[in-house]
């Protein structure tokens, strides 16, 4: 058996993050393997990415699911039938179930575009200029049923420049994900992110 963490990789578009974690993936002492993607959308370009890295991918498409609950109770046994042990979200702009979220309680990390626990959301980047902070950033983080919280593993710091428009910052901060996410994991999985070790216990079980 491998001693890897089998972790599956939950996408719903462009699925940078996702390549990030594929190519950190590849060196052979990262302690984890991307054994599947999952896309919610058909049409995601990430799938076409992880394809063509050999990566095994699925998709459940949220329009035929029915209900939230039957799209989760889906997604739960795919994960299970691939023994995945851990899930991480990279751009999934679902939320998930608290019943999900609890049976995988401390099992999901996420990525998200700002330094967490501000400027929660999908507009992160415009209430970040709203704001006229002079630094943001990026934060990977546990997942906790309430959006955007849960234990933060590993934060970020990027300058918001003058002049900065949305796009500008979001592609400067997307630089720096594409660094935290790997490092994040590597941090979790090796038991180095959190000063005590109750994370492990949750991973290992
Ligand atoms: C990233 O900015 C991530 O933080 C946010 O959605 C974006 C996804 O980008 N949750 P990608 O699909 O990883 O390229």
Request: charged residues 20%; contains cysteine.
């Amino acid at each position: 058996m491998s001693e890897k963490t089998r972790v599956a990789i939950l996408i719903s578009g462009r699925g940078s993050n996702m390549a990030a974690l594929i190519a950190a993936a590849k060196e052979k002492d990262y302690p984890a393997e991307i054994a599947l993607v999952v896309s919610n959308r058909p049409e995601a370009e990430g799938l076409k990415t992880a394809q063509a890295r050999g990566i095994q991918t699925a998709v459940l498409d949220h329009k035929q699911a029915g209900s939230r609950e039957a799209f989760d109770g889906a997604l739960h046994q795919l994960l299970v039938q691939q023994n995945i042990q851990l899930i991480c979200l990279a751009g999934f702009m679902r939320l998930l179930t608290p019943g999900f979220v609890m049976s995988w309680e401390g099992r999901i990390i996420n990525i998200h575009p700002s330094l967490l626990p501000a400027f929660k959301g999908i507009d992160a980047h415009a209430q970040t200029l709203a704001a006229g902070v002079k630094i943001t950033g990026c934060t990977v983080h546990i997942v906790e049923p309430e959006m955007d919280s849960g234990p933060i593993l590993a934060q970020a710091a990027v300058p918001v420049l003058p002049g900065d428009t949305e796009e500008t910052l979001a592609a400067r901060v997307l630089q720096a994900e594409h660094r935290l996410y790997p490092m994040a994991l590597w941090l979790y999985l090796t038991g180095q992110a959190f000063p005590s070790d109750e994370t492990d216990m949750l991973i290992s079980a």
